[in-house]
């Protein structure tokens, strides 16, 4: 994995706010990632409500999406997902530390919220400086109908 080569580069992936056009195939890439993915006309409505939206993309195809809710003076992690192929290698790491800097000037801190099943993920998050501050029991549904607890997670931002 090769670092930030330059704010628009990661892993020799182009980085680019997320468009209408892409919705299609950042839904479908969530769907594979999570079985209660956004469908294509939520990911559209989030672009809307939620204008900082980036991927990571080849000429052909997307590799990784994050999504992102700002509000004064916090932002929140929505969403973020890496193909397959490209798992373990790094690049979420990179792509979230790049969209750290790439936040609005007004956010002080960020939230976010992890299935408590998912090591690998809160592996990351801790790595990135995020700690554990809270859990909402029973919040994420399940294919087997389960609820799952989700952990909640936050971290300042150097000003």
Request: glycine share 6%; aromatic share 10%; with cysteine.
């Amino acid at each position: 994995m090769s670092n930030l080569a330059s704010p628009h580069s990661i892993d020799g992936l182009q980085l680019r706010q997320m468009c209408p056009k892409d919705c299609s195939q950042v839904a479908e890439l969530h769907q594979y990632l999570d079985d209660a993915g956004w469908s294509e006309s939520q990911w559209l409505d989030s672009l809307e409500n939620y204008p900082c939206s980036w991927v990571l993309a080849d000429n052909k195809k997307i590799h990784s999406y994050i999504c992102f809710q700002t509000t004064v003076p916090q932002a929140e992690l929505l969403n973020l997902g890496v193909a397959p192929a490209r798992q373990g290698q790094g690049v979420a790491f990179e792509l979230v530390s790049a969209i750290i800097k790439l936040l609005p000037e007004y956010v002080e801190s960020i939230f976010l919220e992890v299935r408590r099943s998912n090591i690998p993920a809160i592996g990351l998050y801790e790595k990135l400086g995020f700690k554990k501050v809270g859990e909402r029991r029973g919040y994420y549904a399940t294919s087997s109908g389960i609820k799952e607890d989700a952990l909640i997670y936050k971290r300042a931002i150097s000003l």
